[in-house]
């Protein structure tokens, strides 16, 4: 191995972790690119991770907590965001197509009440 390598500990790539118990396992400078998980992560933290290019299909992230995260150029389908709370967003040329958007306000006002106002 390289003097500059990021992980000088022995590699394991290739490896599969098949039902193990990695309960309070701590992960520090791990490259676990082109991992795959099914796996319970419930209460992890993902913290000054690159997550980028990944793909969440059947995830359950309720309750979860987004701080600082970049999504620029990120799809979302088919997602059920009732009684979320979004502040402090940058969504220049966002597009938000086939919504029920029932309830939902922006700075205080009902979305339904803009779109009233609007076609008036």
């Not at 997602?79 to 700075?107: C, F, H």
């Amino acid at each position: 191995m390289s003097d500059n390598n990021p992980f000088p500990n022995k590699e394991h790539k290739g490896y599969v972790f098949s039902r193990a118990d990695m309960t309070k396992a701590n992960f520090d400078g791990v490259d676990l690119s082109q991992a795959s998980f099914w796996a319970v992560l419930v209460e992890a933290t993902f913290k000054d991770s690159n997550l980028e290019k990944c793909t969440f299909d059947d995830v359950n992230l309720g309750d979860s907590t987004f701080e600082n995260i970049n999504l620029s150029g990120a799809s979302f389908n088919n997602l059920n965001m009732t009684d979320a709370s979004l502040s402090n967003l940058n969504l220049s040329n966002a597009k938000i197509t086939d919504a029920n958007m029932e309830g939902m306000t922006i700075n205080g006002v009902l979305v339904s009440d803009l779109f009233a106002a609007y076609e008036k």
